[in-house]
């Protein structure tokens, strides 16, 4: 059977050269990036390596880069680390962070475990596209603000927040600013001195990278409190055993990112283009996020009576790989947070598909979805008593 | 020039058999074990094979596998997440960790961490072999013991604690038993139910396994708060995408350590004893750890009158990767916490060389060793004037 992959968003396979420059570092320069000998300084020097390649594709500096297991152990210690850290220098209660509704659960989550800690959190809300109003973040700043964790590109609806604007109004009141770029990264030029950026979470693995390994941006002279004590590696913020084969390929994969971003964004985004006019054409179909201000390889999409998991299980038994929410909370029941936050009735945001693609799509992929979509949805909804009203 | 490895304890080079199995799961059955098709349930079902390979090791049931990112994760999982959760079920002030004074940085570290939070913890003093006595053991808990954290075979010395005994007393007191098990896993037979340890954390690297993944053993009913906020992945307890690779790679590394354990643990046996029994004749040279109770890779020695960062350096020139402490400490000045809990002065501590073999050692690793070695020893003490006293 005919396989489509178009679930870019959820995890990216590894790209050729990635995995070429990994695998000499498994059984050949296998050393302990903390070992004196040369064992160890082969490691070591490779991790180097790779805090340049990433540092690049960021416009940071080398050493702001500190290695970590992936986004959501990036986004864990970007924000308790920061709230630790900070609480103890405030010398008033009610310590507050900002974020928005439309977080990444690793963002989201770790927030309201905070607040279970005695942090407030504001959750800002967002208009009918995913966008945050400055104003309310502007609004919502106090003198007990620690730190703002926006979201750089939605993982589900991939609208693109307002980076800029944030990061100034995050300079102008002197709070930290934190932003989960893990969508983001590879697909849209990031300057993290130019956004005014002080963390930034990133992953491997959905930049053509191996899974299990990410990094963390801390602008210069940012401080966080550790979250994995140990033998203190990474300047003492993220005790591990470097995973050197994974450092590795994190940093190929930001070089390859760097290098190709330009050609990478414009392929996605002829392909996303005629795939949401496409199925546009569909009965009822609408797009769930900004039309403009989303990522190039996000196409998300609802149709009315269908039940986004029944149409992904049909996509699956047609080869195509879709998503109804992020991959993460696939298999939860609930309503996406996301789509009920821009609006969205229950209904509606069960009603969804997510399609994202990658580096290594075809026009063919998408000519096979554009072709088998519509089939499946008129399907199910002759199935559906909500469509046959 | 000739290189010979015998730092295993640091880090083991990657089995060419796991390699081959983790291949795939970069390009091929790339997909996110969340999502629900056919790319993720490959990434899914690798994921269970994997926890059974993992549990058969340790005489557990797959269900009672969680994945990490390594030995520090799980270890600060088990001891935070015992500690944080149980602390809410008591209703008494002065919850009571007990360890010992000679476990890796990642239990010490996180202990201390601990003790600024509230705990009380207990570091339980060790013999100049670095045993525990059970008897300060028992005497140390009390009716507000959460936790006892004792490693299985320690990371520098080698020496291998009196597992059962303190199982028994874990058991009789119904206190929380966890193991860090590192170094042990692949070396020494492993029934955690015989044992009575409740959880029990490993690393993949240590075992001809990748780097960047571990994983904790959790008995069944025994209950943790995560640490790591997110998608809620791995029942809630650890969120984070799937490392495939890691985790396939992981689980043939068990597998192998299983299938291998005996004809392995005999040749490292049978080398270390070679070893140790030729260093030995080096004049005022004494071995650390305990004569017998040690895993069989490890040799330590100390050597009178000798810096071992200036003995580790000499035999990285001659191509010997050695250690002074653990790979973790390795860059830090500090005489071993381990060799002084043994009793040893810091210039003894500071005198003293960890070699540790592994499944690719062999006899001439071991011949050049002994040649070389007590070369450069006589060399180092004709320019100390500790030594021409």
């Known amino acids: 059977m005919k396989k ?3 679930d870019y968003a959820a995890t990216t396979p590894v790209d050729k050269e990635v995995i070429d420059e990994m695998i000499p570092y498994f059984d ?11 064992f160890g300084r082969d490691a070591f020097d490779a991790g180097e390596k790779s805090r340049e390649q990433i540092s690049g594709l960021l416009s940071a500096n080398a050493d702001e880069i500190i290695f970590t297991s992936g986004g959501t152990e990036s986004d864990n210690l970007a924000i308790k680390g920061a709230a630790y850290l900070n609480k103890k220098k405030r010398d008033s209660k009610g310590y507050h962070i900002i974020t928005s509704e439309i977080e990444h659960p690793a963002v989201l989550e770790t927030c309201k475990y905070l607040e279970k800690q005695g942090f407030n959190v504001k959750y800002l809300p967002v208009d009918k596209y995913g966008l945050i109003k400055t104003k309310d973040l502007e609004d919502a700043i106090s003198k007990n ?14 609208t693109i927040e307002p980076m800029e604007e944030i990061g ?3 300079k102008k009141h002197d709070v930290i600013f934190h932003t989960d770029a893990v969508q983001a990264v590879g697909k849209v030029p990031i300057d993290v001195k130019k956004l005014n950026i002080d963390l930034l979470s990133l992953s491997s693995h959905k930049i053509y990278g191996p899974k299990g390994v990410g990094a963390l941006y801390i602008r210069k002279g940012v401080k966080l409190q550790t979250i994995a004590h140990g033998g203190g590696h990474e300047k003492g913020l993220r005790s591990s055993t470097h995973n050197t084969p994974g450092i590795v390929g994190l940093g190929k994969a930001c070089e ?17 283009d005629v795939l949401i006019k496409e199925i546009l054409k569909v009965e009822e179909s609408y797009l769930n996020g900004h039309p403009e201000k989303r990522l190039v390889n996000n196409a998300h ?3 009315t009576a269908i039940e986004g998991e029944s149409l992904n299980l049909m996509l699956d038994d047609k080869g195509i790989a879709g998503a109804t929410g992020s991959a993460c909370s696939s298999k939860k029941l609930q309503a996406s947070h996301v789509l009920l936050a821009i609006g969205l009735k229950p209904e509606e945001a069960h009603g969804s598909l997510r399609l994202s693609l990658g580096r290594m799509s075809t026009k063919e ?18 199935m559906s008593p909500l469509w046959n009203r």
Request: without cysteine; charged residues 20%.
């Open 4 to 6: 489509v992959y178009m």
């Open 28 to 38: 050949k320069y296998y050393g302990n990036a903390s070992s004196i000998h040369s």
């Open 145 to 158: 603000t620690l730190l703002i964790t926006i979201i750089f590109a939605n993982n589900e609806i991939g």
């Open 168 to 170: 100034k109004i995050a």
């Open 256 to 272: 390859l990112g760097m290098n190709r971003l330009k050609k990478d964004a414009a392929h996605m985004k002829n392909l996303r």
């Open 301 to 303: 999409f609802r149709f």
């Open 365 to 382: 992929d998408v000519s096979y979805v554009t072709e088998v979509l519509p089939e499946v949805v008129n399907n199910l909804r002759k």
